[in-house]
T-cell receptor
Framework: AQSVTQLGSHVSVSEGALVLLRCNYS??????LFWYVQYPNQGLQLLLK??????LVKGINGFEAEFKKSETSFHLTKPSAHMSDAAEYFC???????????FGSGTRLSIRP | GAGVSQSPSNKVTEKGKDVELRCDPI?????LYWYRQSLGQGLEFLIY????????KSGLPSDRFSAERTGGSVSTLTIQRTQQEDSAVYLC?????????????FGPGTRLTVL
């Protein structure tokens, strides 16, 4: 069975600082991994996804994530935070043979001026 | 055009009442998911419909919860004899489901409050 753990329910960074949101997964088969973002009062939207084509995945709004099999991680990063990045971020995993996506508990990102 | 729509956007009900939540997926999307998002929690999977296959109901928390999808399109999530712990945002998502990496498109959710 697959699962995903997001370390840190709340992360706060200064504007212009590096953003690092952590995600570790557990899967018995090579997984498909996703990051979704939920801006205040909006629905979830896909930020990026890992499909095994490349370990470094680039998404929208300058975010990227790197798949590290040895560490079972898929951490989300952005070199320089912007105020508009304030949102809830969800990591998700889907095993190739399973039907459903499993989401993590989410990390709320706050940006300090 | 559109995206996934859900109704109502907000629902307040009394404990013990039944409620129905509706989801209209994107036209042509064969797969439909229901999730529950409680305050401070992640997205809890409830049920998954794919075409004419039997739905995956493994996430439904109790037999008070049921869902159906008529004509492969609109879906209704029904909660019978609501309890206060059912209070949450209920999210619907649809996808073409051509493969495991297909993007899920989420609706805005229905915020359910059980008094």
């Amino acid at each position: 069975a697959q699962s995903v753990t997001q370390l840190g329910s709340h992360v706060s960074v200064s504007e212009g600082a590096l953003v690092l949101l952590r995600c570790n997964y557990s899967s018995s088969v090579p997984p498909y991994l996703f990051w979704y973002v939920q801006y205040p009062n909006q629905g979830l939207q896909l930020l990026l996804k890992y499909t095994s084509a490349a370990t470094l995945v680039k998404g929208i709004n300058g975010f990227e994530a790197e798949f590290k099999k040895s560490e079972t991680s898929f951490h989300l990063t952005k070199p320089s935070a912007h105020m508009s990045d304030a949102a809830e971020y969800f990591c998700a995993v889907k095993a190739s043979s399973a039907s459903k996506i499993i989401f993590g508990s989410g990390t709320r990102l706050s940006i300090r001026p | 055009g559109a995206g996934v729509s859900q109704s109502p956007s907000n629902k307040v009900t009394e404990k013990g009442k039944d409620v129905e939540l509706r989801c209209d997926p994107i036209s042509g999307h064969t797969a439909l998911y229901w999730y529950r998002q409680s305050l401070g929690q992640g997205l809890e999977f409830l049920i998954y419909f794919q075409g004419n296959s039997a739905p995956d109901k493994s996430g439904l928390p109790s037999d008070r919860f049921s869902a159906e999808r008529t004509g492969g399109s609109v879906s209704t999530l029904t909660i019978q004899r609501t309890q206060q712990e059912d209070s949450a945002v209920y999210l619907c998502a649809s996808t073409l489901d051509r493969g495991p990496t297909d993007t899920q498109y989420f609706g805005p959710g229905t915020r359910l409050t059980v008094l």
